[in-house]
């Protein structure tokens, strides 16, 4: 059970939301480029990387994390370079 209520970084609200989204496809860019999964099966299958994304309702504040497994993926991707 959550004891604390997060805060907003920004205005300090606590009417924080989050939801989770595709990193792109469709018309968009793919935010997470090279950290998604694929296959082949019969049909060649691409799942994007996710992101948790969570909103202040009182300041609008939005945030993005990119999943866990996604992350595991950076050291040795081809599109991303440590800086």
Request: glycine share 14%; net charge positive; charged share 25%.
């Amino acid at each position: 059970m959550k004891t604390e209520t997060a805060k907003c970084p920004e205005c300090g609200g606590e009417s924080l939301h989050e939801a989770t989204t595709s990193a792109g496809g469709g018309y968009g860019p793919d935010l997470l480029s090279g950290l998604g999964r694929w296959g082949l099966g019969g049909l060649i299958q691409v799942e994007m990387a996710k992101f948790r994304v969570v909103v202040c309702a009182a300041c609008g504040l939005t945030r993005f994390y990119a999943e866990e497994a996604a992350r595991a993926k950076l050291a040795t991707a081809d599109r991303w370079q440590r800086i």
